[in-house]
Protein backbone atom coordinates (compact mmCIF):
# COMPACT_ATOMS: atom_id res chain seq x y z
CA UNK A 1 0.00 0.00 0.00
CA UNK A 2 2.80 2.46 0.65
CA UNK A 3 3.75 2.38 -3.07
CA UNK A 4 0.71 2.96 -4.10
CA UNK A 5 0.72 6.04 -1.94
CA UNK A 6 3.85 6.98 -3.03
CA UNK A 7 3.21 6.66 -6.87
CA UNK A 8 -0.07 8.91 -6.15
CA UNK A 9 1.94 11.66 -4.08
CA UNK A 10 3.96 11.84 -7.33
CA UNK A 11 1.41 12.04 -9.93
CA UNK A 12 -0.22 14.04 -7.61
CA UNK A 13 2.39 16.79 -7.27
CA UNK A 14 3.35 16.78 -11.14
CA UNK A 15 -0.02 17.68 -12.27
CA UNK A 16 -0.62 19.83 -9.31
CA UNK A 17 2.57 21.78 -10.17
CA UNK A 18 1.77 21.86 -14.36
CA UNK A 19 -1.83 23.19 -13.55
CA UNK A 20 -0.68 25.62 -11.33
CA UNK A 21 1.54 27.36 -13.51
CA UNK A 22 -0.94 27.28 -16.32
CA UNK A 23 -3.45 29.01 -13.76
CA UNK A 24 -0.84 31.60 -12.59
CA UNK A 25 -1.07 33.76 -15.91
CA UNK A 26 -4.62 33.61 -15.89
CA UNK A 27 -4.79 34.48 -11.80
CA UNK A 28 -5.89 38.14 -11.25
CA UNK A 29 -4.04 38.75 -8.15
CA UNK A 30 -1.21 38.34 -5.99
CA UNK A 31 0.90 35.85 -7.02
CA UNK A 32 2.10 34.79 -3.45
CA UNK A 33 -0.72 34.95 -2.11
CA UNK A 34 -1.82 32.42 -4.98
CA UNK A 35 1.73 30.43 -4.91
CA UNK A 36 1.37 29.81 -0.72
CA UNK A 37 -2.65 28.73 -1.41
CA UNK A 38 -1.55 26.32 -4.10
CA UNK A 39 0.95 24.61 -2.23
CA UNK A 40 -0.26 24.57 1.17
CA UNK A 41 -3.34 23.01 -0.17
CA UNK A 42 -1.15 20.12 -1.93
CA UNK A 43 1.13 19.55 0.29
CA UNK A 44 -1.53 19.01 2.84
CA UNK A 45 -3.19 15.93 0.68
CA UNK A 46 0.04 14.88 0.22
CA UNK A 47 0.86 14.98 3.63
CA UNK A 48 -2.49 12.55 4.78
CA UNK A 49 -1.81 10.24 1.86
CA UNK A 50 0.08 7.93 3.64
CA UNK A 51 -0.44 4.28 5.57
CA UNK A 52 -0.46 6.66 9.29
CA UNK A 53 -3.26 8.59 8.07
CA UNK A 54 -6.32 7.96 9.32
CA UNK A 55 -9.25 8.04 6.39
CA UNK A 56 -11.18 11.57 8.05
CA UNK A 57 -8.18 13.41 7.97
CA UNK A 58 -7.62 11.45 3.90
CA UNK A 59 -10.79 12.37 2.78
CA UNK A 60 -11.58 16.24 4.46
CA UNK A 61 -7.88 17.23 2.49
CA UNK A 62 -9.74 15.69 -0.53
CA UNK A 63 -12.58 17.57 -0.16
CA UNK A 64 -10.13 20.57 0.50
CA UNK A 65 -7.95 19.54 -2.66
CA UNK A 66 -11.11 19.51 -4.54
CA UNK A 67 -13.42 22.40 -3.37
CA UNK A 68 -10.18 25.25 -3.01
CA UNK A 69 -7.29 24.34 -5.77
CA UNK A 70 -9.01 22.23 -8.33
CA UNK A 71 -12.40 24.44 -8.98
CA UNK A 72 -10.19 27.40 -8.35
CA UNK A 73 -7.48 26.08 -10.75
CA UNK A 74 -10.00 24.36 -13.27
CA UNK A 75 -12.27 27.50 -13.42
CA UNK A 76 -9.51 29.63 -14.53
CA UNK A 77 -8.14 27.10 -17.39
CA UNK A 78 -11.31 25.52 -18.45
CA UNK A 79 -14.09 27.89 -17.70
CA UNK A 80 -12.73 31.48 -18.32
CA UNK A 81 -12.15 32.27 -15.14
CA UNK A 82 -16.04 32.09 -14.22
CA UNK A 83 -15.83 30.44 -10.28
CA UNK A 84 -19.51 29.00 -10.32
CA UNK A 85 -21.79 29.69 -7.50
CA UNK A 86 -19.55 32.67 -6.31
CA UNK A 87 -22.00 35.90 -6.66
CA UNK A 88 -22.14 38.40 -8.91
CA UNK A 89 -18.96 38.24 -11.45
CA UNK A 90 -17.90 41.94 -9.59
CA UNK A 91 -16.66 39.40 -6.31
CA UNK A 92 -13.77 38.36 -8.33
CA UNK A 93 -12.05 41.80 -7.20
CA UNK A 94 -11.60 39.97 -3.60
CA UNK A 95 -10.12 37.32 -4.75
CA UNK A 96 -6.65 37.43 -2.49
CA UNK A 97 -8.79 37.98 0.28
CA UNK A 98 -10.84 34.79 -0.15
CA UNK A 99 -7.69 33.00 -1.03
CA UNK A 100 -5.79 34.33 2.13
CA UNK A 101 -8.83 33.58 3.98
CA UNK A 102 -8.98 30.09 2.55
CA UNK A 103 -5.09 29.58 3.85
CA UNK A 104 -5.63 30.43 7.47
CA UNK A 105 -8.58 27.67 7.15
CA UNK A 106 -6.38 24.91 6.10
CA UNK A 107 -3.22 25.97 7.65
CA UNK A 108 -5.11 25.24 11.03
CA UNK A 109 -6.64 21.74 9.36
CA UNK A 110 -2.84 21.02 8.61
CA UNK A 111 -1.51 22.06 12.18
CA UNK A 112 -4.71 19.62 13.40
CA UNK A 113 -3.28 16.54 11.60
CA UNK A 114 0.31 17.14 12.70
CA UNK A 115 -1.05 17.37 16.39
CA UNK A 116 -2.84 14.34 16.00
CA UNK A 117 -0.69 12.33 14.32
CA UNK A 118 2.00 13.87 17.21
CA UNK A 119 0.57 12.56 20.14
CA UNK A 120 -2.58 10.67 19.16
CA UNK A 121 -1.65 7.78 17.25
CA UNK A 122 -4.11 4.95 16.48
CA UNK A 123 -3.88 1.27 17.80
CA UNK A 124 -5.86 -1.94 16.64
CA UNK A 125 -8.81 -3.00 18.77
CA UNK A 126 -9.37 -6.23 17.49
CA UNK A 127 -11.11 -9.10 20.02
CA UNK A 128 -10.69 -12.18 18.90
CA UNK A 129 -14.12 -13.80 20.86
CA UNK A 130 -16.54 -14.14 17.76
CA UNK A 131 -19.87 -12.15 18.68
CA UNK A 132 -23.55 -13.70 18.52
CA UNK A 133 -24.51 -11.87 15.22
CA UNK A 134 -20.97 -13.24 13.37
CA UNK A 135 -21.00 -16.43 14.47
CA UNK A 136 -25.14 -16.24 12.95
CA UNK A 137 -23.70 -14.67 9.65
CA UNK A 138 -20.96 -17.15 9.40
CA UNK A 139 -23.44 -20.66 9.87
CA UNK A 140 -26.02 -18.93 8.02
CA UNK A 141 -24.01 -16.84 5.20
CA UNK A 142 -26.43 -18.03 1.95
CA UNK A 143 -30.46 -17.17 3.96
CA UNK A 144 -28.66 -13.47 5.00
CA UNK A 145 -26.84 -12.56 2.19
CA UNK A 146 -30.00 -13.79 0.12
CA UNK A 147 -32.97 -11.42 2.40
CA UNK A 148 -30.36 -8.57 2.46
CA UNK A 149 -30.12 -8.32 -1.27
CA UNK A 150 -33.91 -8.37 -0.52
CA UNK A 151 -33.91 -5.99 1.25
CA UNK A 152 -32.11 -3.64 -0.51
CA UNK A 153 -34.15 -3.80 -3.62
CA UNK A 154 -37.35 -3.58 -2.12
CA UNK A 155 -36.10 -0.41 0.07
CA UNK A 156 -34.46 1.46 -3.00
CA UNK A 157 -37.17 0.47 -5.61
CA UNK A 158 -40.12 1.52 -2.98
CA UNK A 159 -37.79 5.16 -2.42
CA UNK A 160 -38.30 5.75 -6.03
CA UNK A 161 -41.41 4.32 -7.06
CA UNK A 162 -43.17 6.50 -4.13
CA UNK A 163 -40.63 9.54 -4.08
CA UNK A 164 -39.54 9.15 -0.25
CA UNK A 165 -36.11 11.08 -0.54
CA UNK A 166 -34.26 12.58 -3.27
CA UNK A 167 -31.48 14.70 -3.48
CA UNK A 168 -32.63 18.28 -5.00
CA UNK A 169 -36.44 17.76 -4.40
CA UNK A 170 -38.99 17.80 -2.03
CA UNK A 171 -42.18 16.06 -1.91
CA UNK A 172 -45.57 16.79 -0.34
CA UNK A 173 -47.10 13.54 0.37
CA UNK A 174 -48.82 11.72 3.35
CA UNK A 175 -46.10 9.31 4.21
CA UNK A 176 -45.61 9.42 8.00
CA UNK A 177 -42.12 11.39 9.01
CA UNK A 178 -41.01 8.27 10.49
CA UNK A 179 -41.01 6.29 7.86
CA UNK A 180 -39.69 8.65 5.31
CA UNK A 181 -36.35 9.24 8.13
CA UNK A 182 -36.03 5.29 8.43
CA UNK A 183 -36.43 5.17 4.46
CA UNK A 184 -33.54 7.98 4.51
CA UNK A 185 -31.47 6.46 7.05
CA UNK A 186 -31.17 3.15 5.71
CA UNK A 187 -30.39 3.97 2.12
CA UNK A 188 -27.67 7.03 3.31
CA UNK A 189 -26.08 4.55 6.69
CA UNK A 190 -28.51 1.61 7.41
CA UNK A 191 -27.89 -0.99 4.84
CA UNK A 192 -24.11 0.20 3.69
CA UNK A 193 -23.42 -0.18 7.64
CA UNK A 194 -24.75 -3.68 6.94
CA UNK A 195 -22.53 -4.29 4.11
CA UNK A 196 -19.51 -3.62 6.37
CA UNK A 197 -19.96 -5.91 8.78
CA UNK A 198 -20.68 -8.54 6.19
CA UNK A 199 -17.59 -7.96 4.82
CA UNK A 200 -15.93 -7.85 8.08
CA UNK A 201 -16.67 -10.30 9.41
CA UNK A 202 -15.48 -12.39 6.31
CA UNK A 203 -12.04 -10.48 6.78
CA UNK A 204 -11.74 -11.05 10.54
CA UNK A 205 -12.68 -14.47 11.11
CA UNK A 206 -12.58 -16.52 7.86
CA UNK A 207 -9.01 -14.22 6.63
CA UNK A 208 -10.53 -13.40 3.05
CA UNK A 209 -11.66 -11.00 0.73
CA UNK A 210 -14.88 -12.30 -1.20
CA UNK A 211 -14.87 -10.44 -4.59
CA UNK A 212 -18.32 -11.48 -5.02
CA UNK A 213 -19.34 -9.72 -1.39
CA UNK A 214 -17.53 -6.80 -2.83
CA UNK A 215 -19.07 -6.68 -5.94
CA UNK A 216 -23.06 -7.41 -4.18
CA UNK A 217 -22.31 -4.65 -1.55
CA UNK A 218 -21.71 -2.06 -4.67
CA UNK A 219 -25.02 -3.05 -6.14
CA UNK A 220 -26.74 -2.09 -2.65
CA UNK A 221 -24.82 1.16 -3.32
CA UNK A 222 -25.93 1.98 -6.64
CA UNK A 223 -29.59 0.90 -6.05
CA UNK A 224 -29.34 3.17 -2.94
CA UNK A 225 -27.85 6.14 -4.69
CA UNK A 226 -30.06 6.06 -8.12
CA UNK A 227 -32.99 5.76 -5.86
CA UNK A 228 -32.33 9.00 -4.40
CA UNK A 229 -31.38 10.41 -7.90
CA UNK A 230 -27.93 11.12 -5.99
CA UNK A 231 -24.55 11.58 -8.38
CA UNK A 232 -22.57 11.16 -4.86
CA UNK A 233 -22.16 7.57 -6.03
CA UNK A 234 -18.65 7.48 -7.14
CA UNK A 235 -17.31 8.41 -4.19
CA UNK A 236 -19.10 5.98 -1.88
CA UNK A 237 -17.92 3.01 -3.96
CA UNK A 238 -13.85 4.54 -3.97
CA UNK A 239 -14.45 4.65 -0.36
CA UNK A 240 -15.37 1.35 0.16
CA UNK A 241 -12.50 0.30 -2.40
CA UNK A 242 -10.24 2.88 -0.97
CA UNK A 243 -10.73 0.72 2.71
CA UNK A 244 -10.28 -3.00 1.36
CA UNK A 245 -6.67 -1.59 0.40
CA UNK A 246 -6.32 -2.32 4.19
CA UNK A 247 -6.53 -5.83 3.51
CA UNK A 248 -4.54 -6.32 0.67
CA UNK A 249 -2.88 -9.38 2.55
CA UNK A 250 -6.32 -10.95 2.11
CA UNK A 251 -6.48 -10.61 -1.23
CA UNK A 252 -5.65 -14.16 -3.02
CA UNK A 253 -5.45 -12.19 -6.98
CA UNK A 254 -5.01 -8.56 -5.73
CA UNK A 255 -4.29 -7.49 -9.87
CA UNK A 256 -7.77 -9.43 -10.84
CA UNK A 257 -9.58 -8.16 -8.23
CA UNK A 258 -8.87 -4.53 -7.87
CA UNK A 259 -9.70 -4.25 -11.43
CA UNK A 260 -12.86 -5.79 -11.31
CA UNK A 261 -13.93 -3.07 -8.91
CA UNK A 262 -12.39 -0.56 -10.86
CA UNK A 263 -14.79 -2.15 -13.62
CA UNK A 264 -17.62 -1.69 -11.51
CA UNK A 265 -16.93 1.73 -10.03
CA UNK A 266 -16.62 3.55 -13.27
CA UNK A 267 -19.30 1.53 -15.13
CA UNK A 268 -22.12 2.18 -11.63
CA UNK A 269 -20.98 5.48 -11.91
CA UNK A 270 -21.35 6.44 -15.46
CA UNK A 271 -24.83 4.90 -15.26
CA UNK A 272 -26.24 6.47 -12.31
CA UNK A 273 -24.74 9.50 -13.65
CA UNK A 274 -26.27 9.53 -16.88
CA UNK A 275 -30.15 8.21 -15.06
CA UNK A 276 -30.03 10.45 -12.17
CA UNK A 277 -28.98 13.40 -14.85
CA UNK A 278 -32.02 12.19 -16.74
CA UNK A 279 -34.12 12.03 -14.70
CA UNK A 280 -33.60 15.21 -13.00
CA UNK A 281 -34.24 17.23 -16.57
CA UNK A 282 -37.84 15.43 -16.96
CA UNK A 283 -38.68 16.14 -13.67
CA UNK A 284 -37.73 19.98 -14.07
CA UNK A 285 -39.13 19.90 -17.18
CA UNK A 286 -42.57 18.32 -15.81
CA UNK A 287 -42.56 21.03 -13.43
CA UNK A 288 -42.01 23.56 -15.58
CA UNK A 289 -45.02 22.43 -18.20
CA UNK A 290 -47.28 22.67 -15.11
CA UNK A 291 -46.11 26.25 -14.13
CA UNK A 292 -46.60 27.66 -17.56
CA UNK A 293 -50.15 25.62 -17.72
CA UNK A 294 -51.35 27.61 -14.72
CA UNK A 295 -49.35 30.78 -16.73
CA UNK A 296 -51.72 30.62 -19.07
CA UNK A 297 -54.79 29.77 -17.43
CA UNK A 298 -54.36 33.36 -16.34
CA UNK A 299 -53.79 35.09 -19.63
CA UNK A 300 -50.34 35.39 -19.54
CA UNK A 301 -49.11 37.23 -23.08
CA UNK A 302 -48.00 34.55 -25.60
CA UNK A 303 -44.41 35.92 -25.26
CA UNK A 304 -43.91 35.95 -21.85
CA UNK A 305 -45.20 32.17 -21.84
CA UNK A 306 -42.10 31.28 -25.11
CA UNK A 307 -39.94 33.22 -22.97
CA UNK A 308 -40.60 31.32 -19.11
CA UNK A 309 -40.53 28.30 -20.97
CA UNK A 310 -37.20 28.90 -21.96
CA UNK A 311 -36.30 29.69 -18.87
CA UNK A 312 -38.27 27.64 -16.32
CA UNK A 313 -37.47 24.01 -17.90
CA UNK A 314 -33.99 23.99 -17.71
CA UNK A 315 -31.13 22.69 -15.67
CA UNK A 316 -28.39 25.17 -16.20
CA UNK A 317 -25.52 22.82 -16.91
CA UNK A 318 -22.89 25.59 -18.30
CA UNK A 319 -21.82 28.76 -17.64
CA UNK A 320 -22.60 29.62 -21.39
CA UNK A 321 -26.51 30.27 -21.30
CA UNK A 322 -26.60 28.50 -24.97
CA UNK A 323 -25.96 25.29 -24.17
CA UNK A 324 -28.80 22.76 -24.21
CA UNK A 325 -29.74 20.51 -21.18
CA UNK A 326 -28.76 16.80 -21.43
CA UNK A 327 -27.27 13.96 -19.14
CA UNK A 328 -23.75 14.75 -20.85
CA UNK A 329 -23.73 18.27 -20.40
CA UNK A 330 -24.92 17.92 -16.77
CA UNK A 331 -22.32 15.65 -15.55
CA UNK A 332 -19.44 17.33 -17.56
CA UNK A 333 -20.77 20.56 -15.63
CA UNK A 334 -20.68 18.73 -12.32
CA UNK A 335 -16.93 17.54 -12.73
CA UNK A 336 -15.77 21.03 -11.76
CA UNK A 337 -18.23 22.66 -10.21
CA UNK A 338 -19.74 20.22 -7.37
CA UNK A 339 -17.14 20.97 -5.54
CA UNK A 340 -17.84 23.25 -2.59
CA UNK A 341 -14.97 25.94 -1.23
CA UNK A 342 -13.19 28.65 -2.88
CA UNK A 343 -16.41 30.03 -4.58
CA UNK A 344 -18.32 30.32 -1.30
CA UNK A 345 -15.36 31.62 -0.11
CA UNK A 346 -15.63 34.55 -2.90
CA UNK A 347 -19.30 35.25 -1.88
CA UNK A 348 -18.57 35.41 1.83
CA UNK A 349 -15.54 37.47 1.67
CA UNK A 350 -17.45 39.97 -0.78
CA UNK A 351 -19.98 40.51 1.73
CA UNK A 352 -20.29 44.03 3.78
CA UNK A 353 -22.26 41.89 6.69
CA UNK A 354 -19.68 39.50 8.31
CA UNK A 355 -20.01 39.64 11.93
CA UNK A 356 -21.13 37.56 15.09
CA UNK A 357 -24.27 38.66 14.82
CA UNK A 358 -25.09 37.20 11.18
CA UNK A 359 -23.08 34.10 12.26
CA UNK A 360 -25.73 33.66 15.41
CA UNK A 361 -28.60 34.82 12.95
CA UNK A 362 -27.37 31.94 10.26
CA UNK A 363 -28.07 29.28 13.05
CA UNK A 364 -31.18 30.09 13.31
CA UNK A 365 -32.83 29.42 9.93
CA UNK A 366 -34.81 26.38 9.34
CA UNK A 367 -36.03 24.22 6.25
CA UNK A 368 -38.47 25.78 4.07
CA UNK A 369 -40.17 24.69 0.91
CA UNK A 370 -40.83 28.27 -1.27
CA UNK A 371 -37.88 30.24 -0.24
CA UNK A 372 -34.10 30.68 -1.12
CA UNK A 373 -31.72 29.58 1.49
CA UNK A 374 -30.11 32.05 3.97
CA UNK A 375 -26.92 31.76 2.42
CA UNK A 376 -28.20 32.03 -0.96
CA UNK A 377 -30.14 35.45 -0.38
CA UNK A 378 -27.88 37.12 2.21
CA UNK A 379 -24.34 36.53 -0.33
CA UNK A 380 -26.22 37.32 -3.14
CA UNK A 381 -25.28 33.95 -4.62
CA UNK A 382 -28.25 33.80 -6.98
CA UNK A 383 -27.95 36.90 -8.52
CA UNK A 384 -28.99 36.20 -12.04
CA UNK A 385 -32.00 34.15 -10.58
CA UNK A 386 -30.86 30.72 -11.50
CA UNK A 387 -31.83 29.21 -8.31
CA UNK A 388 -35.67 29.74 -8.32
CA UNK A 389 -37.63 27.13 -6.07
CA UNK A 390 -39.88 25.52 -8.73
CA UNK A 391 -43.34 24.15 -6.87
CA UNK A 392 -45.11 21.60 -9.24
CA UNK A 393 -48.27 19.59 -8.21
CA UNK A 394 -45.89 16.19 -7.78
CA UNK A 395 -42.80 17.77 -6.35
CA UNK A 396 -40.99 20.80 -5.19
CA UNK A 397 -37.27 21.88 -6.96
CA UNK A 398 -35.38 23.00 -4.72
CA UNK A 399 -31.22 22.38 -5.47
CA UNK A 400 -30.45 24.06 -2.38
CA UNK A 401 -26.60 26.01 -2.82
CA UNK A 402 -24.40 25.66 0.35
CA UNK A 403 -21.27 27.37 1.97
CA UNK A 404 -19.28 24.41 3.81
CA UNK A 405 -17.90 24.46 7.06
CA UNK A 406 -15.26 26.52 6.22
CA UNK A 407 -17.02 29.60 4.52
CA UNK A 408 -19.44 29.42 7.04
CA UNK A 409 -17.96 29.93 9.84
CA UNK A 410 -16.25 33.07 8.71
CA UNK A 411 -19.71 34.85 8.56
CA UNK A 412 -18.03 35.90 11.74
CA UNK A 413 -15.54 37.56 9.67
CA UNK A 414 -13.13 36.73 12.42
CA UNK A 415 -9.98 35.08 11.70
CA UNK A 416 -9.22 33.97 14.66
CA UNK A 417 -12.39 32.63 15.38
CA UNK A 418 -11.88 30.39 11.74
CA UNK A 419 -8.84 29.25 13.06
CA UNK A 420 -9.13 28.20 16.45
CA UNK A 421 -12.93 26.32 15.49
CA UNK A 422 -11.76 24.49 12.46
CA UNK A 423 -8.77 22.94 14.35
CA UNK A 424 -10.58 21.58 17.16
CA UNK A 425 -13.51 20.28 14.72
CA UNK A 426 -10.88 18.63 12.78
CA UNK A 427 -8.97 16.95 15.69
CA UNK A 428 -12.39 16.07 17.58
CA UNK A 429 -13.52 14.40 14.39
CA UNK A 430 -10.21 13.00 13.68
CA UNK A 431 -10.23 11.19 17.23
CA UNK A 432 -13.78 10.19 16.33
CA UNK A 433 -12.51 7.62 13.85
CA UNK A 434 -10.02 6.17 16.27
CA UNK A 435 -13.10 6.01 18.80
CA UNK A 436 -15.11 3.86 15.97
CA UNK A 437 -12.66 1.73 15.27
CA UNK A 438 -11.97 0.89 18.95
CA UNK A 439 -16.34 0.09 19.09
CA UNK A 440 -16.25 -1.66 16.06
CA UNK A 441 -13.11 -4.21 16.59
CA UNK A 442 -11.33 -2.11 13.93
CA UNK A 443 -13.74 -2.25 11.35
CA UNK A 444 -11.50 -0.15 8.72
CA UNK A 445 -14.27 -0.39 6.07
CA UNK A 446 -16.97 1.35 8.60
CA UNK A 447 -14.63 3.46 9.42
CA UNK A 448 -13.98 4.91 6.13
CA UNK A 449 -17.82 4.59 5.37
CA UNK A 450 -18.76 7.47 8.41
CA UNK A 451 -15.55 9.20 8.19
CA UNK A 452 -16.43 10.08 4.10
CA UNK A 453 -19.96 10.87 5.41
CA UNK A 454 -19.07 13.20 7.93
CA UNK A 455 -16.41 14.87 5.52
CA UNK A 456 -19.54 15.05 2.87
CA UNK A 457 -21.83 16.65 5.20
CA UNK A 458 -19.19 19.34 6.62
CA UNK A 459 -18.50 20.15 3.01
CA UNK A 460 -22.14 20.54 2.12
CA UNK A 461 -22.70 22.67 5.37
CA UNK A 462 -24.86 25.70 5.99
CA UNK A 463 -28.02 25.06 5.22
CA UNK A 464 -30.51 24.92 8.60
CA UNK A 465 -27.21 24.41 10.44
CA UNK A 466 -29.55 23.44 13.73
CA UNK A 467 -30.61 20.54 12.21
CA UNK A 468 -27.34 19.15 12.27
CA UNK A 469 -28.34 16.96 15.25
CA UNK A 470 -30.42 14.92 12.56
CA UNK A 471 -27.02 13.82 11.53
CA UNK A 472 -25.47 13.40 14.74
CA UNK A 473 -28.06 11.07 15.52
CA UNK A 474 -27.94 9.35 12.42
CA UNK A 475 -24.59 8.64 12.89
CA UNK A 476 -23.95 7.18 16.20
CA UNK A 477 -27.20 5.10 15.55
CA UNK A 478 -25.22 3.16 12.51
CA UNK A 479 -22.51 3.30 15.02
CA UNK A 480 -24.51 1.55 17.69
CA UNK A 481 -25.32 -0.77 15.35
CA UNK A 482 -22.25 -2.19 14.15
CA UNK A 483 -21.08 -2.12 18.00
CA UNK A 484 -23.50 -4.85 18.63
CA UNK A 485 -23.26 -7.03 15.54
CA UNK A 486 -19.38 -7.01 16.08
CA UNK A 487 -19.02 -6.85 20.17
CA UNK A 488 -22.78 -8.35 21.52
CA UNK A 489 -22.04 -11.08 23.50
CA UNK A 490 -24.78 -10.42 26.32
CA UNK A 491 -26.82 -11.85 28.54
CA UNK A 492 -29.21 -14.44 26.68
CA UNK A 493 -27.22 -13.62 23.62
CA UNK A 494 -24.55 -15.18 24.96
CA UNK A 495 -26.31 -17.81 26.59
CA UNK A 496 -27.97 -18.99 23.17
CA UNK A 497 -24.34 -18.70 21.24
CA UNK A 498 -22.61 -21.09 24.24
CA UNK A 499 -25.52 -23.81 23.92
CA UNK A 500 -25.30 -23.78 20.49
Request: hydrophobic share 50%; charged share 15%.
Amino acid sequence: MRNIFKLFNVTLFVLSTIFSLLALQLHEGSILNYLIFCIIINLLFIYTLNTQSLFFEIYFAAFIWLGFWFKYIFSLVFLNGIIYDSGPISNMVNIDKAIFTSTVAISAIFLSFIFRKKFFKEQNYIIKEVSFFETQYLKNRNIVIFLFVLLFCLIAYMNYSLSIYQKGFIYINEIHPFISNFFRWMLLFGLTTLSCFFIYTEILRLKKVSLPLSVLIFFEIFFSYSSMLSRALIMNLSVITFSLLKYLNFVTNKKFFFSTLLIFVLSMSFVNNYFSNYVRINFAKEIGEEILIKEKNKNIKLETQKKDDQNIVQFKVSNDPSTKPSPINMSIFVVINRWTGIDSMIAVVSSNKLSFGLFNQSLKEKKIINKKTFYETTFQIDYDGGKEVMIGEKRVLKGNTLPGIISFLFYTGNYYFLFIVIFILTFLLSNFEIFCRKVTNNNMIFASFISFMICFRLFNFGYAPSDTYLFIISVLVALLVIHLLSRSNYFFLNKNNSNQ
